[in-house]
């Protein structure tokens, strides 16, 4: 048995509120706060104490999950985008490939999303925005096909890596999640290997749904990492600390606003302090 | 199940006659667990438990033969309740009729906008959709589809919103639209809208505001719902609801904040819209 601390009722429950409001859900919230009282048996517990044990407790957490970005060696690398409606896909495949491009990259960008209303038109915007190429086929078209041509595109001209945005869907729409591991498969043909990274790309200000959301994904393509967005406002994201324990994906960047500029490497230290202030 | 988990919780006293206070606690924790579970704000299952604690301690549940039963149908009832009252409808008030959609980035507006105007035809309504959206790119384009899909007018409002639908409500006249349907841009989390939105809100007076949230929305749900304090908003969307999502905003913010849900959102096409049933929310919410 491992000692631990007793914090009072008010200590007690103001922890709870941190972590809950922050969206890290009950079960992992009772975890933390067991570890925050073992990491304060025989001192004195006050509010500073319980803040720091907290902070190494997330850290902690989170361990294995900051991993900077390096570009594969084989050209071209495939980063493949997923998610459910509305995460923020289109607009984080455009923010990685500009700050791709600013590392004198030559990114094309493939619009595999062509089942939504305007899809295409929206990552064209962005290209032209950045100056960057856009593969599209019309809307309708099989998205595995449009992957196909974009790759060999690239392979051929000479790209050194390609950015695909697909199109959003629910976790629990079998068909359409099977769609996903068939997008997987073309790439795959082509390359002699899966997309170097499977990037599933998480709404900050999604609740207890995150962890569902990571394990579908994560059965029908094989996640390598994740992107969490809107991490600018109100939301901390606490809900990739599930996340984490279950299957300790990486989370390559943070998006923190609707601009192209607006994208960050995730850095444990500083997540955490941002969701326990 | 929570009905199961509370079963078992109950079980060891079946026959043993009263609750003690202990098992009661023991009964509340396991609900509490399920609704946080099911993103329902922290507060708003804090509260919501006091009531429940209260009325059981009343009601004598104690004495009941399924404590567990009796239990979850008094919790059932004060949600079903909270999101309940009178069945609110749209106002669609004015001639034309000005109804806005705001929310958080990515909720499902442009989407909904498509849904409600495919929905105000059957209606017997003549809606135009109208993007006022001058940020997010390919917003128009986006809009503009979903209204040639369904045969109904579509103009923009984005190089001057207000001053636009202002335009936009003279020129509805001539063409015999009765309701204008306008799209707006999405917020970051728990911020204010875009600065035009409160006066386009106002100079229109737009008579319904509806707020789009997504289903799986956690506890920031209460947050955004506040943030949008300043656009008078009068009901409640959420979408996304054909996922696995439990969708414990749809209690939060009626509780909190007395915004009704007007709809349900439960698909990507324009037939993909229902009305919100109370009682199915709660089961859902509950697991
Ligand atoms: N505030 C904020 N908004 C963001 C961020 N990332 C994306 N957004 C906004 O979220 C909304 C949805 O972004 P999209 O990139 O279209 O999302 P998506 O996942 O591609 O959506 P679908 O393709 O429809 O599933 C847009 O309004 C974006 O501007 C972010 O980091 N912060
Ligand atoms: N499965 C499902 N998807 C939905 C629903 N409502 C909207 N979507 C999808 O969610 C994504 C975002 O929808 P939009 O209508 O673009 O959202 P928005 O609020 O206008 O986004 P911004 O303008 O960027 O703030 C799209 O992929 C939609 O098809 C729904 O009820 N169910
Ligand atoms: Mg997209
Ligand atoms: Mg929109």
């Known amino acids: 048995f491992k000692g631990k601390a007793r914090l009072d009722q008010d200590a007690l429950l103001r922890l709870e509120e941190v972590l809950l409001a922050a969206d890290v859900g009950p079960e992992a919230t009772a975890f933390i706060v067991r570890s925050v009282e073992e990491k304060l048996a025989g001192q004195a517990v006050d509010w500073n104490a319980i803040q720091a044990a907290l902070e190494e407790t997330l850290v902690q957490a989170l361990n294995g999950v900051e991993r900077p970005f390096v570009l594969p060696r084989e050209k071209p690398a495939v980063l493949m985008f997923v998610g459910v409606n509305g995460s923020g896909k289109t607009t984080t495949v455009a923010k990685v490939a500009r700050l791709l491009r600013e590392e004198g990259h030559n990114p094309l960008l493939v619009a595999a999303d062509t089942f939504r209303a305007a899809a295409i038109d929206q990552l064209e915007v962005l290209g032209q925005e950045l100056g960057l190429k856009v593969m599209a086929h019309q809307p309708g078209a099989d998205p595995g096909a449009v992957v196909h041509d974009g790759l060999a595109h690239a392979r051929s001209a000479g790209y050194d890596v390609v950015l695909v945005d697909t199109a959003g869907r629910l976790q629990t729409k079998r068909p359409l999640m099977e769609e996903l591991g068939k997008v997987r498969r073309v790439v795959e043909k082509v390359q002699g290997r899966p997309p170097d990274e499977r990037i599933l790309v998480i709404d900050a200000t999604v609740g207890q749904n995150a962890l569902s959301q990571a394990q579908l994904f994560h059965e029908a393509v094989g996640l390598t990492s994740l992107a969490v967005t809107k991490l600018d406002g109100t939301a901390r994201g606490g809900a990739v600390i599930p996340i984490a324990r279950h299957l300790n994906l990486p989370i390559l960047w943070v998006g923190v606003g609707e601009g192209l500029e607006d994208l960050e490497p995730f850095r444990t230290q500083e997540f955490v302090r941002a969701l326990t202030r | ?287």
């Open chain 2, 1 to 287: 199940s929570l009905t199961d988990k509370l079963g078992q919780v109950f079980a060891r006293l079946r026959g043993k006659g009263t609750l003690t206070e202990a098992e009661i606690q023991a009964g509340l924790r396991e609900i509490r667990q399920a609704l946080l579970a099911a993103d329902v704000h922290y507060q708003v299952v804090r509260d919501l438990l006091a009531k429940v604690e209260e009325q059981a301690r009343a009601q004598k549940i104690v004495q009941s033969l399924t404590p567990a039963q009796q239990l979850l149908a008094l919790v059932r009832q004060e949600m079903t309740q909270a999101m309940g009252g009178e069945a609110t409808k749209l106002k669609l008030s004015g001639k034309p009729a000005v109804l806005v959609l705001v929310g958080p980035a990515g909720s499902g507006k442009t989407t909904t906008a498509g849904k409600l105007a495919r929905h105000l035809v059957r209606k017997g309504r003549k809606p135009a959709l109208i993007c006022a959206d001058p940020f997010r790119p390919a917003a128009e384009e986006q809009l503009a589809l979903l209204a040639k899909k369904l045969g109904l007018p579509f103009a923009p409002a984005t190089s001057d919103p207000v001053r636009d639908l202002t335009t936009l409500a003279q020129r509805a006249a001539r063409e015999l639209w009765d309701v204008l349907i306008v799209d707006t841009p999405g917020s970051p989390p728990g911020e204010s809208p875009a600065d035009f939105l409160p006066e386009l809100i106002q100079t229109t007076k737009a008579g319904d505001v509806l707020l789009v949230l997504d289903a799986m929305v956690g506890q920031e749900a209460l947050g955004m719902g506040q943030a949008f304090a300043g656009c008078g908003v009068t009901g409640l969307i959420l979408t996304k609801l054909d996922g696995d999502a439990r969708g414990g905003a749809a209690l939060s913010l009626p509780r909190r904040l007395g915004l009704p849900v007007l709809f349900a959102g439960t698909g990507e096409k324009p037939e993909d819209l229902e009305p919100f049933h109370p009682q199915r929310m709660a089961d859902r919410i509950l697991g």
